[in-house]
T-cell receptor, first 113, second 111 residues
Framework: KAGVTQTPRYLIKTRGQQVTLSCSPI?????VSWYQQTPGQGLQFLFE???????NKGNFPGRFSGRQFSNSRSEMNVSTLELGDSALYLC????????????FGPGTRLLVL | QKEVEQNSGPLSVPEGAIASLNCTYS??????FFWYRQYSGKSPELIMS????GDKEDGRFTAQLNKASQYVSLLIRDSQPSDSATYLC???????????FGGGTRLMVKP
């Protein structure tokens, strides 16, 4: 079975721009979660989707948003990029929406200049 | 206050030794516990999951959970240089799949 895939793998943007990241979960997995990883803050939860519905949201500003499609693929969007948004953005998928083992994709490394 | 605490390390052990990694958590409603390994520049890779008190063994890895003490640990037997990585403890509550991660412990296994 193919793992979680994320595109693009690397991205360079400038402050004020917006960015969209994509995640395709493992086949059959319907829950997708997004995390941000930075050296200073570690791994932090952004949001979780199941059946196209956001179930949980982390403590991030409204500039961070996401959605899930009917095929379980998910996108996250960051608008008005700030330097501090430079991070590794990780997507994780699981079969079901509660306390399930999550499998991470390779991540998208975003650099904001 | 950080909800999941780990010693940042580095924890240095000789090859063949047992590495012991520890994690404490503050939320008593936490239900699911996970250990991930992350190599530098890579994404986290699941090692173990544990849901009930006691020990769970998988190959060279043993996870231990004590909910009363709000403590979870990972033992790595016969440590190999390839085990050198950052080990992340993650905790999930009783709603959804939201994981709260500790800061990770960097393990170095010296040949």
């Amino acid at each position: 079975k193919a793992g979680v895939t994320q595109t693009p793998r690397y991205l360079i943007k400038t402050r004020g721009q917006q960015v969209t990241l994509s995640c395709s979960p493992i086949s059959g997995h319907r829950s997708v979660s997004w995390y941000q990883q930075t050296p200073g803050q570690g791994l932090q939860f952004l949001f979780e989707y199941f059946s196209e519905t956001q179930r949980n949201k982390g403590n991030f500003p409204g500039r961070f948003s996401g959605r899930q499609f009917s095929n379980s693929r998910s996108e996250m969007n960051v608008s008005t990029l700030e330097l501090g948004d430079s991070a590794l953005y990780l997507c994780a998928s699981s079969q079901l929406p509660n306390q399930e083992t999550q499998y991470f994709g390779p991540g998208t490394r975003l650099l904001v200049l | 206050q950080k909800e999941v605490e780990q010693n940042s390390g580095p924890l240095s052990v000789p090859e063949g030794a047992i590495a012991s990694l520890n994690c404490t958590y503050s939320d008593r409603v936490s239900q699911s516990f996970f250990w991930y390994r992350q190599y530098s520049g890579k994404s986290p890779e699941l090692i173990m999951s544990i849901y009930s008190n006691g020990d769970k063994e998988d190959g060279r890895f043993t996870a231990q959970l004590n909910k009363a003490s709000q403590y979870v640990s990972l033992l790595i037997r016969d440590s190999q240089p390839s085990d050198s990585a950052t080990y992340l403890c993650a905790v999930s509550g009783n709603a959804g799949n939201m994981l709260t991660f500790g800061g990770g412990t960097r393990l170095m296994v010296k040949p």
